[in-house]
């Protein structure tokens, strides 16, 4: 094998300029076809840029944690976890009871988080041991147990809340006494009865003056990084640092267009500057992406990505690989649980019975359309992949109308773009990793 | 006991299943002392580094008798990682390295230096960060040991494959307390330079007081490296010598020579070179992972049974599966000076090759269906026999099918409940003779057998050689056996071709002496009497 | 006898051990609460013919070693095409129903045979992919029943783009095997039995033609494909053209299932309805004793009856034991998922 990636450098090294950008362009092909077809979706629907921005920003403040929980078993090489479905329903097991016992706002969301805690913990430990009697067929497990769970849910909240489970509620309950209605209030209309926007309305800011902010601070970081450099010891350290001050400089010219651009929106009074930022929702989802950085840094990061990329060797160098697999799989269902926290605090009803279920699809569409693949997830690729999954989304039934006067077209079309992009992703890695093992076969 | 030994191990016996493989070894590694270990397959040396490393598997068939000593210390060392705390390290055949990792993620692979962080501190030393710059600097070092030029922070995967064997060394040099290294089979996969690099540096660390134990079957680099060697041969030690007070061919003898049972008496097998040619292979090669043949011509004569030998991993394997188009063939193969199709099975069972694969529960069996079945199903598929036809309607005639399975069960003496029992159920030596009868059914000009006794308990593997024997002498069919036991390949072939580094290293008679079929194993045969001429 | 007894366990898994008790002892509940047991007889047996095809189109995928077909959507949509082009070329009853089945034919097989090759793209991954390869045709034929031009008052809307989302099979050839030799009998101390003979006998044809196909030289290839790949190779036989053969004759039978279904349901049902039919089939054939790897005819007609059986019966007992609510949609959904997740743990390989 070593032979041909020898090969494979030196052709690499061969190929003219043209040809990288092609590999470029190949390697991120699906990110792009989306991008096009976002702005053509954009072009189409006729939307009003601010609208389309403004909506832009509540999908991907609502929704990003829970791409981002996607992130840490894919390191640990066990796919795209479908199960955080899981994890979502613990997050609504907490919101059924701090709204059942009437404590709303923050307190009532951070009580939501304490109480999710314990049952995601539990879901995610029961999930992962399955998983690791499956090896090699985890993602149609972890879709599986998705649905597995479902049923248990609604056999939990429909029938056993009322007979097996004592809870006695009018608002939350049906009539007969017996089951969770279909649809919780989490605001209540005058009298705040639930978790609606608790997070999200501590602190509102324009969203552009937080941009020219960041931006400046932003600039000012890497001004610092790029002088205060300690003593070059030798040669090779030297071309490091040369390549780190060219990535100073260039973060710094990107942020700097940020901030011309963010000015020229404000200074220009464009309705885009009207956009309001929940600014703590934001540091949350900030507070996890550095999370999935700092994880990798670490000692249990490393171990992460050792099973991950051979579980044979990670096993023969002594780190205990189920453990490790299980690991991953808990936090991803406490991340998951917390992520629908979030997702419902800003939507402000709970769907007992269907809040969930899509979840773990989207996001995985959301994570793929971003540019990650089965076996690499970036935070990078999380976030951009909510924009432009919630671009379709946001864009997709207008520009079905207006293309084909239905805009059950559009919808459609968004919903075979979800599944195919899943489909296509799947297939291209087993394809791939086929591919890799023939090939391993034909050198002689 | 004696501090002056790094590693002493005594009177080392082991049984697997009733089966003696190890009896009464002793060893005996100084510091900075290269001791080889040279023996064939199944003489027991891989049994002897599973004890020395505590492996799981010496434990669950029994444990071992014996004492193992480091550093004059006697020691009991229950699992690998115990092994890794007393100083013994082992560098693997295969390549335990991580491609998508660098160089010194590898060296540190789950030994990574870390420092505290204000989270590990909270929540335990699991979440402490890895201390990149001293991890690089520790594998600088190693890698500096070794002389390796290459940059600590490239990654595995671009690297070629004399290096990685030098990563792995790195790594295991890089545990500080290491005192015994075991090297198996370290240059089977690298090029002659690189292999004279990998000798090079075993010198130089064995200069710094390491031991090293190398496992080997190369007898040049034997000589070239070692200051004593021992030599197994079916779980004794044959010998102790000291390099200067010995040579390739008395080695050769040593790792081979045993008291060849022969079957059959020897003048009923006159030799086959006379014998018109019936298959010809020219410049053969077969990427099997593990056993590639790389270029062999080869003349297979009408009714002779053909033995085919080697040490494993050489590549004897390779060529029937090759033929049979298992695994990507290139080179031309005639069968009675017709030119056949490569990588295609069903030209060749169509032109009367059979095949009995090596691998009888992965390759040879249906597991879960019937005797009969197993039996009959490649003769229906390739040669539509066994079935009733109405117009392009087929149906499986179960009464001819069970007739003809009986009559095989009776032939071959297959022990069994009756041809409706699963061969999953069936002991090893009666699931050898299913496979047999299948390739039977399909009436073969040419059977290919390989590792025909493998895992047979020895009144089996006597039953299965005179069958062989049998079919070769009645029906005049031509037999190619390829065996790792070279005993049984005496026993009963009429021709001996030995394969080594995926070519033929020469034909011998089963007659030859003991000294070159040793040296022909060892891939020494030409290069030694090239010397004596 | 001990021993024998433990063996069955084993063999059988406690999940289905589960199942089995758990079918046993509401058939027992639903004699004590008084149910009218003719009644869920009747039901459980036409539940038994409509639903048995979908299931045996399990068989020929399960055995070429594709693992059970969750791509059975493609099937069906087949099959609906065949369905709505009968109702166009406005045929009724029987001509309409075989109509119906040999139109979908050539579909299903040009559909399979590309779905066979993406298969043998992706070995060692086909039940993922064969599931979203599944939802994601749904939606894109979802895109195709507003587009098409079918004419038909029947079918498309009156006003608006498109066909109806369900589609009354009433004038058309709804129930037409049911009524086949239907044989309707009072058996005193048990009230009255309906037999729909011709959907259980079209059925059973149906289930003796896979048995004898599979009894073939093509169909002892395919087993030994799916079986033992590399036994295949070095018999032979070739692996990848028979796992298409496999994936075709699944799809084949995904067709003629949906159409039996819904001849005997009375409504054709699209847009998004064929989503999540391959998930009970797969179920089913699991309950009756197969595995990802093996499969059998008669795991067919005793997963569907148990699976089925169970669904049936289990509505009114849960009805009446408590007031309101439908748990057997829960209970289906728990079953039905977690003998599939049973046999993922029992999928060997992989690795």
């Known amino acids: 094998?070593?032979?041909?990636?020898?090969?494979?450098?030196?052709?690499?090294?061969?190929?003219?300029?043209?040809?990288?950008?092609?590999?470029?362009?190949?390697?991120?092909?699906?990110?792009?076809?989306?991008?096009?077809?976002?702005?053509?979706?954009?072009?189409?629907?006729?939307?009003?840029?601010?609208?389309?921005?403004?909506?832009?920003?509540?999908?991907?403040?609502?929704?990003?944690?829970?791409?981002?929980?996607?992130?840490?078993?894919?390191?640990?090489?066990m796919g795209l976890n479908f199960s955080i479905?899981?994890?979502?329903?613990?997050?609504?097991?907490?919101?059924?009871?701090?709204?059942?016992?009437?404590?709303?706002?923050?307190?009532?969301?951070?009580?939501?988080?304490?109480?999710?805690?314990?049952?995601?913990?539990?879901?995610?430990?029961?999930?992962?041991?399955?998983?690791?009697?499956?090896?090699?067929?985890?993602?149609?497990?972890?879709?599986?147990?998705?649905?597995?769970?479902?049923?248990?849910?609604?056999?939990?909240?429909?029938?056993?809340?009322?007979?097996?489970?004592?809870?006695k509620n009018n608002v939350l309950m049906l009539s007969s006494g017996v089951g969770i209605r279909n649809t919780i209030d989490l605001s209540g209309g005058v009298k705040e009865t639930g978790i609606k926007y608790a997070l999200d309305q501590i602190l509102k800011l324009p969203i552009f003056y937080v941009l020219i902010a960041f931006s400046i601070l932003a600039i000012l970081y890497n001004i610092f990084k790029l002088t205060n450099r300690r003593g070059i010891v030798n040669r090779r350290e030297k071309q490091n640092k040369s390549k780190d001050s060219f990535k100073y400089i260039v973060n710094m010219s990107m942020f700097a267009i940020l901030l011309i651009l963010s000015i020229v929106i404000v200074a220009g009074n464009t309705p885009l500057k009207n956009i309001q930022l929940p600014v703590v929702t934001v540091i949350v989802i900030g507070v996890l992406c550095l999370f999935n950085i700092l994880i990798v840094k670490t000692k249990l990061g490393q171990e992460f990505r050792t099973v991950g990329q051979d579980k044979h060797i990670a096993k023969v160098a002594g780190i205990n690989v189920d453990r490790i697999r299980v690991l991953a799989i808990v936090i991803s269902t406490v991340l998951a649980a917390w992520g629908q926290l979030i997702f419902l605090q800003n939507i402000g009803t709970l769907n007992t019975y269907g809040s969930h279920e899509q979840i773990g699809m989207f996001s995985i569409a959301a994570l793929l359309i971003g540019g990650a693949s089965v076996s690499k997830a970036t935070v990078g690729q999380a976030i951009l992949g909510t924009a432009l999954f919630h671009t379709l989304f946001i864009v997709s039934p207008l520009a079905g109308k207006n293309l084909f006067g239905d805009a059950q077209i559009g919808e459609f079309f968004r919903a075979f773009v979800v599944y195919g992009v899943i489909g296509v992703s799947l297939g291209l890695h087993a394809w791939k990793n086929r591919a890799e093992l023939k090939r391993k076969l034909k050198i002689e | 006991m004696d501090t002056k030994y790094t590693l002493q191990m005594k009177n080392i016996h082991k049984v697997y299943f009733n089966n003696k493989v190890l009896n009464g070894v002793n060893i005996n590694v100084k510091p900075g002392e290269i001791h080889a270990l040279l023996g064939e397959n199944g003489a027991g040396k891989s049994t002897l580094m599973n004890i020395l490393f505590g492996m799981p598997v010496i434990h669950a068939t029994g444990g071992f008798e014996g004492d193992v000593y480091i550093n004059g210390q006697l020691v009991n060392v229950k699992s690998p990682k115990e092994a890794m705390k007393l100083g013994i390290g082992m560098v693997h055949q295969e390549f335990m390295l991580i491609p998508g990792f660098t160089i010194t993620e590898n060296i540190k692979l789950n030994r990574e230096t870390t420092k505290h962080n204000?989270?590990?501190?909270?929540?335990?030393?699991?979440?402490?960060?890895?201390?990149?710059?001293?991890?690089?600097?520790?594998?600088?070092?190693?890698?500096?040991?070794?002389?390796?030029?290459?940059?600590?922070?490239?990654?595995?995967?671009?690297?070629?494959?004399?290096?990685?064997?030098?990563?792995?060394?790195?790594?295991?040099?890089?545990?500080?307390?290491?005192?015994?290294?075991?090297?198996?089979?370290?240059?089977?996969?690298?090029?002659?330079?690189?292999?004279?690099?990998?000798?090079?540096?075993?010198?130089?660390?064995?200069?710094?007081?390491?031991?090293?134990?190398?496992?080997?079957?190369?007898?040049?680099?034997?000589?070239d490296t070692a200051d004593n060697i021992t030599i197994l041969r079916d779980g004794e030690v044959v010998a102790t010598k000291k390099k200067e007070e010995t040579n390739v061919s008395e080695l050769a003898l040593l790792m081979v020579g045993r008291k060849i049972e022969r079957n059959v008496p020897s003048e009923n097998r006159k030799s086959s070179e006379d014998s018109e040619d019936i298959m010809t292979l020219k410049n053969l090669r077969v990427s099997m992972p593990g056993e590639e043949v790389k270029g062999i011509n080869?003349?297979?004569?009408?009714?002779?049974?053909?033995?085919?030998?080697?040490?494993?991993?050489?590549?004897?394997?390779?060529?029937?599966?090759?033929?049979?188009?298992?695994?990507?063939?290139?080179?031309?193969?005639?069968?009675?000076g017709k030119k056949l199709k490569l990588n295609d099975p069903k030209t060749m069972i169509q032109n009367g090759i059979g095949f009995v694969s090596e691998d009888r529960r992965g390759i040879g069996l249906l597991l879960d269906s019937s005797i009969q079945l197993n039996i009959v199903l490649t003769a229906m598929q390739m040669q539509n026999k066994f079935l009733h036809k109405i117009g392009p309607i087929t149906q499986i005639n179960n009464g001819k099918v069970k007739r003809h399975a009986i009559k095989m069960i009776n032939n071959l003496d297959v022990r069994c409940q009756g041809p409706q029992q699963l061969t999953r159920r069936l002991s090893g030596g009666n699931q050898q003779k299913v496979c047999i009868a299948r390739a039977l059914t399909l009436e073969p000009d040419i059977l290919f057998i390989s590792e025909p006794t493998r895992g047979i308990d020895v009144g089996a593997k006597k039953l299965i050689l005179d069958l062989l024997y049998k079919l070769n002498k009645e029906l005049g069919m031509t037999i190619v056996m390829t065996s790792s036991e070279l005993g049984e390949l005496r026993s009963i072939c009429n021709r001996i071709a030995i394969i080594s580094e995926g070519k033929l290293e020469g034909i011998l008679s089963p007659f030859d002496s003991d000294v070159d079929f040793g040296l022909m194993m060892a891939g020494e045969y030409h290069k030694f009497h090239k010397e004596e001429a | 006898m001990d021993r024998s007894i433990r063996e069955l366990m084993n063999h059988l898994g406690l999940p289905r051990i589960i199942i089995i008790l758990f079918f046993i002892s509401i058939c027992i509940m639903a004699v004590f609460l008084g149910l009218p047991t003719d009644m869920l007889t009747n039901q459980v047996l036409v539940r038994i013919g409509m639903n048995g095809v979908l299931v045996l189109a399990m068989v020929p995928a399960i055995l070429s070693g594709t693992g059970p077909n969750f791509g059975l959507p493609l099937g069906v949509i087949c099959g609906l095409l065949g369905t709505l082009i009968s109702i166009e070329m406005n045929l009724t009853g029987f001509p309409g129903f075989f109509a119906a089945i040999i139109i979908s034919i050539p579909f299903a097989v040009i559909v399979g045979w590309v779905y066979g090759l993406l298969l043998n793209k992706v070995k060692g991954s086909e039940m993922m992919i064969a599931t979203y390869t599944g939802f994601s045709v749904v939606f894109l034929m979802s895109i195709g029943w507003i587009i098409m031009p079918f004419k038909s008052p029947e079918m498309v809307w009156p006003i608006g783009k498109g066909l109806r989302v369900t589609i009354s099979l009433g004038e058309r050839f709804a129930e037409v095997l049911n009524k086949l030799w239907h044989i309707d009998a009072i058996i005193p101390g048990f009230g009255e039995l309906k037999i729909p003979t011709g959907l259980l006998v079209f059925f059973f044809i149906l289930c003796t033609i896979v048995w004898l196909f599979l009894r073939s030289k093509s169909g002892l290839a395919l087993k030994t494909a799916g079986d033992n790949p590399k036994f295949a190779i070095a018999s032979g036989i070739n692996v990848d053209n028979n796992r298409i053969i496999g994936t075709v004759l699944s799809t084949v039978l995904g067709a003629i299932g949906i159409i039996v279904y819904t001849q005997s349901y009375g409504f054709i049902q699209l847009y998004q309805a064929p989503l999540m039919v391959a998930f009970p089939a797969v179920a089913a054939i699991l309950i009756g004793g197969a595995s990802a790897q093996k499969a059998h005819v008669s795991h067919v007609i005793l997963g569907v009856f148990l699976f089925q059986g169970l669904l049936t019966i289990a509505l009114p007992v849960a009805s009446s034991i408590m007031s309101e609510g439908n748990i057997s949609e829960a209970l289906r959904m728990i079953v039905q998922n977690g003998i599939i997740l049973y046999a993922l743990t029992k999928v060997i390989g992989g690795e």
């Open chain 1, 1 to 77: 094998m070593a032979n041909v990636n020898k090969l494979k450098n030196k052709i690499n090294n061969n190929t003219n300029f043209g040809e990288k950008i092609k590999d470029v362009v190949m390697n991120n092909i699906v990110t792009i076809i989306f991008v096009v077809l976002c702005l053509i979706g954009i072009k189409l629907s006729g939307l009003p840029i601010f609208f389309v921005a403004n909506e832009l920003v509540t999908r991907i403040s609502r929704n990003s944690f829970l791409v981002l929980a996607l992130i840490i078993p894919v390191l640990a090489g």
């Open chain 2, 118 to 223: 204000l989270i590990s501190r909270l929540l335990g030393s699991s979440l402490k960060t890895l201390d990149k710059r001293s991890m690089e600097s520790d594998a600088r070092r190693s890698l500096d040991t070794l002389g390796l030029e290459i940059s600590e922070k490239a990654k595995v995967s671009g690297l070629p494959v004399g290096h990685m064997q030098f990563i792995e060394i790195a790594r295991e040099i890089d545990k500080r307390n290491i005192k015994l290294l075991v090297f198996d089979e370290p240059t089977a996969v690298l090029t002659e330079s690189e292999a004279d690099n990998l000798l090079k540096s075993m010198k130089k660390l064995a200069s710094t007081g390491i031991a090293i134990l190398f496992i080997t079957h190369r007898l040049d680099e034997v000589m």
């Open chain 1, 85 to 167: 479905v899981v994890g979502a329903m613990a997050g609504q097991i907490a919101i059924i009871a701090v709204t059942h016992w009437g404590i709303t706002g923050l307190p009532g969301f951070l009580l939501c988080a304490v109480i999710a805690f314990p049952f995601a913990v539990l879901f995610g430990y029961l999930t992962g041991k399955l998983l690791n009697k499956t090896k090699g067929q985890e993602m149609i497990t972890s879709m599986i147990v998705g649905y597995f769970a479902n049923g248990v849910y609604q056999l939990v909240f429909l029938f056993l809340v009322g007979t097996i489970i004592p809870m």
């Open chain 2, 298 to 336: 080869l003349s297979i004569k009408k009714g002779e049974i053909l033995g085919i030998g080697g040490l494993a991993g050489q590549g004897k394997i390779g060529i029937a599966n090759g033929i049979m188009g298992l695994y990507p063939t290139r080179g031309e193969v005639y069968l009675k």
